[in-house]
């Protein structure tokens, strides 16, 4: 199940980059729903969770808003718009996982993979910034925000 869920985060990024770049194109024809159909077609055998895919694409853009002004302080150096597009999309991928779906994937699993993402498609350094990003992300959105609960109750 586990190598069914990686390709499941695999066609989730794939769907989400290209959905992107042909919004960012002005292509009027972009349809998440086609894409992501599209994409699923090509492994429909080796992916029995589609609901799962479905889901990390749909709530990555749902929170996109979120997403992106969480990210912004955590790599301030790095305007989100000088992001390369996948490493971009793999941080919210991330991110959508830690912090809306942490009771389904633990934290380290949810880096791990972006890292492994980031490993596969992205450039020779995007690995280590997805990984320091996501591993701030961790400390100071999920940790403090658990920490904070903890005193409260």
């Known amino acids: 199940m586990a190598s069914n869920r990686h390709l499941g985060r695999i066609v989730a990024l794939q769907t989400l980059y290209e959905y992107e770049f042909r919004v960012h194109a002005d292509d009027k024809s972009a349809s998440v729903d086609d894409i992501l159909h599209r994409n699923l077609e090509r492994y429909e055998q080796e992916i029995e969770d589609t609901e799962f895919v479905d889901e990390l694409v749909k709530g990555v853009l749902e929170h996109q808003d979120d997403l992106d002004n969480q990210i912004r302080p955590l790599a301030p150096e790095w305007p989100l718009e000088q992001i390369a597009r996948i490493d971009r999309n793999i941080l919210r991928l991330g991110l959508y996982e830690l912090l809306y779906r942490g009771q389904q994937v633990p934290p380290k699993v949810a880096i791990n993979e972006a890292v492994e993402l980031a490993k596969a498609f992205g450039s020779d350094n995007s690995s280590k910034f997805i990984n320091g990003v ?20």
């Not at 996501?134 to 109750?153: C, H, I, M, P, Y």
């Open 134 to 153: 996501l591993g701030t992300a961790f400390r100071t959105l999920v940790e403090e925000a658990s920490n904070a609960d903890a005193k409260v109750q």
